[in-house]
């Protein structure tokens, strides 16, 4: 069994930075890569970035290319997403997902998903 535990959310300024982490404790699949979803109140899910952790492949989101960084730690099993020039638009619930593959993950066909950690931008 795999568990998904994130960390790093709180309530910040526009313009301020927040890094959060997932780490992932279990069995894995041996290939897998690991990505951060965000829901805001009455919007659908949404992918926000993904990372192979095989190959290191990423992914991230029109709307926060430039802003968002994702980046792994293997050795820890961790995944985390740096979040830069926050706005007020990058409030949401953040969750962190496992899936087999890229493709798997990018269509929310998940295996495994966090408990999520709230991200609030005040303007």
């Known amino acids: 069994q795999v568990q998904l535990v994130e960390s790093g959310g709180g309530l910040v300024q526009a313009g301020d930075s927040l890094r959060l982490a997932c780490a992932a404790s279990?069995?894995?699949?041996?290939?897998?890569?690991m990505g951060w979803f965000r829901q805001a109140p009455g919007k659908q899910r949404e992918i926000v970035a993904a990372?192979?952790?095989?190959?290191?492949?990423?992914y991230h989101a029109d709307s926060v290319k430039g802003r968002f960084t994702i980046s792994r730690d293997n050795a820890k099993n961790t995944v985390y997403l740096q979040m830069n020039s926050l706005e007020p638009q990058d409030t949401a619930l953040y969750y962190c997902?496992?899936?087999?593959?890229?493709?798997?993950?990018?269509?929310?066909?998940?295996?495994?998903w966090g408990q999520g950690t709230q991200v609030t931008v005040s303007s």
């Open positions: 279990g069995r894995p699949f041996s290939h897998y890569c």
């Open positions: 997902a496992l899936a087999q593959n890229m493709f798997s993950l990018s269509r929310g066909r998940i295996d495994y």
């Open positions: 990372i192979s952790v095989t190959d290191g492949g990423e």
